[in-house]
């Protein structure tokens, strides 16, 4: 029995895909729930598996192909098992008999004298008998070397050689890092984007996590103590205090929203995505971290669901994990504004008149001026600012 593969159904705000790789060829034997090909889209990959046992058929949609929801891609034969490949000797010609050598007995001793390959030589004689000239033939042709093959999850390569040497490459562009340079390309061109710096002293911060981490580990299963999760309850302040920040534009329309959808900016292999903290104003430092962790390693494995994705109303880009000491980042519409976070280093600071040597970061906001006045986007950073460099203030909410 023939089993159609289907594309998967797609939401509404992802109306293709493109069929990324192919893990089976035609012919091969395939497992119940096994991975079959990824469909990569705008924001995510999504992995179809085989829905029996039995023999992929038929691959209708090739790699690089587009894909609509509930397209049909392939089937399987179900229950049936791969063709046994036919041994060397049922392929030989019918001249000779099992094992018989097709080598005139000049061509063998010659081709026994240099340790040759005797299937290796192309026999020019009647049925493809091999002569002494074929094997000197063979042994003054120099060897080609063997094409590398590439991983099926390897994109089509393109590579040249220039005259002196110098070597380019030519790969694809994913689907995801196009639409990604697309979207930031939309932002530059469409919002009126101002960026406003400050910088925080992470001393409390750090403090706080010096003398805590371990205990925090122990009670909640693991779940490590880090620095986003501060950052993402004093951002949930701050958009309380300055709606505007955690707004969206749609059309000629404000939209104010009355919850905080955070998202955390994530490096992945196929581009940056961000996955958003639902609800993060009824989450704790534990919950936070957690989810944060669990975001981070779904991207590098390419598991993260288009629900994930979806939505947000801010966003926070940490670049300080690569080092980062100061950057302007780059809006994610439709929301009106991203927190930058960069590296911490240690700096001489003015405090009280005298010098003291403090773990600083800088913060960047960029914000959409068309909505937001830069009084608010000035007051807000302050706010972040105040509720780290006095964490306390975060459990009174003061």
Not at 44 to 72: F, H, M, R, W, Y
Not at 146 to 159: E, G
Not at 174 to 179: D, F, G, I, Q, V
Request: one cysteine or more; aromatic letters at 4%; hydrophobic letters at 40%.
């Amino acid at each position: 029995m023939t089993i159609e593969l289907k594309a998967p159904t797609l939401p509404e705000s992802v109306p293709d895909g493109t069929i990324a790789t192919w893990y089976k060829n035609v012919g091969d034997t395939v497992s119940r729930d096994e991975l079959l090909v990824d469909i990569e889209t705008d924001k995510v990959v999504i992995e179809v598996v085989s829905p029996t046992d039995g023999v992929l058929k038929e691959i209708i949609k090739n790699t690089g192909d587009t894909i609509v929801s509930n397209e049909a891609i392939g089937s399987v034969d179900a229950g049936a098992a791969a063709a046994p490949a036919v041994s060397a000797a049922v392929a030989s010609p019918a001249t000779g008999s099992v094992g018989d050598s097709l080598a005139s007995p000049a061509a063998k001793k010659l081709i026994e004298e240099n340790a040759l390959d005797e299937k290796s030589v192309v026999g020019s004689g009647k049925d493809g008998r091999i002569t002494k000239e074929d094997v000197v033939n063979h042994m003054q042709t120099p060897a080609a070397p063997a094409a590398p093959v590439a991983p099926a999850s390897q994109s089509p390569v393109s590579a040249s050689v220039s005259t002196d040497g110098r070597t380019e490459e030519r790969v694809p562009m994913s689907r995801l890092r196009a639409k990604v340079a697309e979207r930031l390309l939309h932002a530059t061109q469409t919002t009126a984007m101002l960026t406003t710096f400050n910088e925080v002293n992470m001393k409390p911060v750090m403090d706080i996590r010096t003398r805590y981490k371990d205990q925090f580990e122990k009670t909640h299963d693991g779940v490590r103590l880090g620095f986003m999760s501060f950052f993402v309850r004093a951002c949930i302040e701050g958009l309380k205090r300055f709606p505007a920040v955690n707004a969206s534009l749609d059309g000629k329309e404000i939209v104010y929203h009355g919850y905080q959808d955070i998202g955390v900016a994530v490096g992945s292999p196929r581009g940056l995505v961000v996955p958003v903290l639902r609800n993060a104003d009824n989450m704790g430092l534990a919950q936070i971290e957690k989810s944060i962790r669990e975001y981070g390693l779904k991207a590098q494995d390419g598991k993260l669901t288009i629900d994930e994705l979806a939505g947000g109303t801010f966003t926070i880009s940490n670049g300080g994990v690569f080092g980062s000491l100061l950057s302007t980042p780059i809006l994610n519409p439709p929301q009106t504004a991203i927190l930058g976070m960069h590296k911490i280093q240690e700096r001489p600071m003015a405090v009280d008149g005298e010098v003291k040597i403090l773990p600083m970061m800088y913060l960047a906001l960029s914000y959409d001026h068309q909505m937001i006045d830069g009084k608010e986007a000035v007051q807000f950073l302050v706010t972040v600012k105040e509720l780290l460099e006095d964490p306390t203030r975060l459990i009174l909410e003061i």
